[in-house]
């Protein structure tokens, strides 16, 4: 039964992927920049700025490993939507709740040599207001499992839906990009036992997402942007940002 669902959840992702690159060559002019910075083979963390509802596929299809996704848990509670998830191979997380049965799940997974998405914003920027302050959790799992990461910038892919169709008809389509950049560790953040792990997160949840912002346009950094340099920007676990 396990070599039988670990199958189904492969041939999920890879009709997945293979779907999601093709309605991306059809639909978008489709741009990945330094697919080859993601190492080939053992744990990796990608962090990446959060535009729409569907950039986890968009990043699944734009790397040659396997990815397994963070995604909120209102996703997998949903009849036929949240057995597609699992058998995609994302992950329930409890956004905004500190919810450290998933940052397990994560640390599993990496311990494992498998490749893990995650969105630290915990939704997604709206109105162009650029990127928000980051929740501490990736960190955390970066620190606690000494893995790479790698970061991930996605522009373009806030195209409305249906609208992106009509946009193709008259040939007009979107310019979606990808890019990711060098990986780097939080080793040095990391602290000896009894000292001040919630500091060490928020310093290095600061620095992956710099590492985001600078692959993005200014106009997207948000609060990451250079009029916050030298400060630490982070999220308060529990407290929701409001939806636009």
Known sequence: MKRLKHRLSALTYLVTNNFARAVLFTLGRWEVRGAERVPASGPVILVGNHVHLLDPPLVGASTKRRVHPMAKRE???TPLVGWYFWAYGAFPVRRFSGDMGALRVAKNYLRDGEVVLM?????????????????PGAAMVALLARAPIVPVAITGSDVPLPGVFWAWLLGNRPRITVTFGDPFTLDDLATPSGSSEGRAAEAGTDRMMRRVAALLPEEMRGVYGASTEGQVI???QGRAPTEN
């Open 75 to 77: 996703l997998f509670e």
């Open 119 to 135: 969105f630290p914003e915990g939704t997604r920027s709206r109105d162009g207001a650029g990127m928000r302050p980051a929740l």
């Open 234 to 236: 982070v999220a308060r």
